[in-house]
């Protein structure tokens, strides 16, 4: 029945060691997303796709990049983690046509040492 | 440009008592207006979302909100507090009409004391 799936849920890093954050749908939607969020703070959007189409928020740092191969899947690759970078990363999806809502994912937290 | 307001970042109401979380929206649009609630380690759920429909809508767990154009709000209310209502709530708006970006407000945690 899961419709987002995020893997891993607990993923540990050392600072400066790449990681690959992964997402998989299985609602054929059009638009992706990738957010961090920080505790206690509210979701803060990275990127998203637009079917292939990729749109950088400006303020995301260049560490920080995606890979969509197909429409069922999404990776947030963190080229060189910072003590900064640790927070959950969260996926979602959206429809097109409407106002339709955001499916969130679990989340991925994500700790550096 | 849009952005939602959370007044109050943390709640507490007792078992039984009636939950107000409140959200002002800035629009400079027609907006679509949406609450998620999101448990610890957990993504956010979508609890209700305001589509220009009804003022009034009913969303999962008894909630609802009501939408109020003259004073930009879209509080969040459930009549009772169930020890399972304890999370975090999320208020978001985006410009209705297509494709837009979403954008959440800060959060409102919400305790509920047995």
Redesign the interface.
Known sequence: DAM?I?NP?YQVTQFGKPVTLSCSQTLNHN?MYWYQQKS????K?LFHY?DKDFNNEADTPDNFQSRRPNTSFCFLDIRSPGLGDAA?Y?C?T?G?G??D???????T?LTVL | AQSVTQLGSHVSVSEGALVLLRCNYSSSVPPYLFWYVQYPNQGLQLLLKYTSAATLVKGINGFEAEFKKSETSFHLTKPSAHMSDAAEYFCAVSPSGGYQKVTFGIGTKLQVIP
């Open positions: 987002v995020q849920r638009v206690s703070q509210a979701p959007l637009y959950m969260l979602a959206r097109t409407g106002p809502t955001q499916y969130f994912g679990p989340g937290r």
